[in-house]
Each structure stands twice: as structure tokens, then as C-alpha cells.
């Protein structure tokens, strides 16, 4: 997952679609089909940190390990940035923009947000001043209060923000679409699809 994500960052300063490479790797028979993404959840992202432990203990240092694990930890921050980008691209003002999160969880359908990096985006859109809404269909809210002081609104309105970040592939964001997405925004938005859950040129900007 870390060299596709390196990839897709190499891609998106080239100006290719990651998705249409990635299909065309497909098209040899023996093709791992990952794809880049935020790196959350109880095991991917938390094991490789007990075999470092364990290398670095008998006097090993891992570095392909660690290094993997450095690009994954940071692509909360790429995102942000690259959303940012997007924004005043536009002309949107980033500070006081309404910026809607789609999804909370680590994956898709399912209500598991243990060590999930969408929080990451949350933090760091924050920063730059965005007021920033979460929905999340699949979580609970009163968990998501807990654990990361987020609390997930029931319903995004429609029409009100400045930009939307489709974070997590949840079957109901499949089916809501690119115009339902759309309805939720402002005449003049970006769209982040980070999950291809619409075809290329069609969302503003993907991973």
C-alpha cells in the first residue's frame, strides 16, 4: 500500500489518473490489485511498529519497514494539502470554508473507527481554518465523541459547502453518487474523491 501511495502522489504530479494505471497493470495476469489510501484499522497499521520493535531489539534496523510505514502515517497530511490546494485554486477562501468528510470509519461498511486517519484530515483542515463536518452513516456517534472528540452530524445539508471529501467507499456514498455529492455543495466546490467512487474527470480531484 506505501508504493502505491507513493505512486499516486508521483502520478498526481504528472497528471495521470492512478486508477487508469492501475487498471492497466491489472491487464497482467498476475497483478496485485492495491490501491492507495489511508492506512487505519487495528493490524496494517499498528503491526509493522511490533516486528521494528522486535528487529531493532536484537539489532536489526528495518528500514523498508519504517519507511513504508512514514509514507502511510502521512497521507492524512497529503490530502489535507492537496485539498487545500484545490480550494484556492478556485478562488475558495480556506479559512471558514464548509468542508464536508464522507465517512469516518478505517473501511468501508463497517462501524470499526479504531485508529482511523480520517480524524488526521479532520485535525489538520482544521488547522488551516475550514469548519469542517463529519457524516458518517455507519458510526456511532457517542464512540466517535470518545475516542476522538468528533461528533458526526446525522444529515449533511444541502447546497452549503465549499468542499467535500469522499473518505470512506461506504455503499450509501456509492449510491448517493457524483450529483447527489454535488447537491450538497455550493455552485463553485471541490470534490476529493480519495475511493474512485465515480469515474475519472468527474469528481475534482482523486488520490
Known amino acids: 500500500i506505501a508504493l502505491i501511495n507513493e505512486l499516486a502522489m508521483i502520478f498526481n504530479r504528472m497528471g495521470i ?12 495476469w498476475n497483478f496485485l490489485p492495491f490501491r492507495p489510501g489511508l492506512v487505519g484499522g487495528h493490524c ?3 503491526d509493522p511498529y ?3 520493535h522486535k528487529a ?21 497530511r497529503y490530502v489535507a494539502s492537496e485539498f487545500v490546494k484545490a480550494l484556492l485554486q478556485k478562488g475558495i477562501t480556506v479559512k471558514g470554508a464548509r468542508v464536508l ?3 469516518l470509519t478505517f473501511k468501508e ?4 473507527i479504531r485508529n482511523t486517519k480520517v480524524v488526521d484530515i479532520i485535525k489538520e483542515l482544521k488547522e488551516f481554518g475550514a469548519n469542517v463536518d463529519v457524516y458518517d452513516p455507519w458510526v456511532n456517534v457517542e464512540e466517535a465523541q470518545h475516542e476522538y ?7 449533511p445539508q444541502e447546497s452549503v ?9 461506504h455503499r450509501q456514498f456509492k449510491h448517493l453518487g457524483i450529483e447527489g455529492i454535488k447537491q450538497l455543495s455550493k455552485l463553485e466546490h471541490v470534490i476529493y474523491d480519495l475511493k474512485y467512487i465515480v469515474d475519472a474527470g468527474i469528481a475534482d480531484i482523486r488520490l
Not at 57 to 73: F, V
Not at 149 to 155: K, L, R
Not at 161 to 169: I, K, Q
Open 56 to 76: 531493532e531489539s536484537i539489532g536489526y534496523h528495518p528500514e523498508m519497514i519504517l519507511a513504508g510505514r512514514r509514507i502511510n502515517d502521512n497521507m492524512s
Open 17 to 28: 489518473d492512478t486508477e487508469a494505471v492501475l487498471k492497466a497493470a491489472g491487464t497482467k
Open 101 to 103: 468528510i464522507m465517512g
Open 109 to 112: 461498511n463497517c462501524p470499526d
Open 149 to 155: 472528540g468528533v461528533t458526526p452530524i446525522a444529515t
Open 50 to 52: 511490533y516486528l521494528t
Open 44 to 46: 496494517i497499521g499498528v
Open 161 to 169: 459547502y465549499d468542499g467535500v471529501v469522499v473518505a470512506v467507499a
